[in-house]
């Protein structure tokens, strides 16, 4: 909701894919960002799917380890937002 939409001002960062967990959320991607995006239910699905450049993630603090540790597993470049994981002994070190 914060960061999607500012990425699509000036076009210069074309969003491939995304993910979601809910049927709406997934549906309210497609309607805002067209047909062309590929949307997944989680990020291990995201990034098996078609090669992407880099991963940004922005996601509620239950699902940081989940989609951080998937684009660190695919060796993917990515930006996110601290924390890490909601328990300590969750960390990648």
Known sequence: MAYVP????DGRTPI?????PSGATQQRIRSERGTGIAVFSN???LVSGPAVDE???AVSEASHEEARGAALEAGAPMFYE??????RDQVIR
């Open 16 to 20: 491939v894919s995304a993910t979601a």
């Open 55 to 57: 991963v940004f993630i």
């Open 82 to 87: 601290p924390p890490l994981a909601s328990r």
């Open 43 to 45: 990020a291990e699905e």
């Open 6 to 9: 500012e990425t699509g001002r």
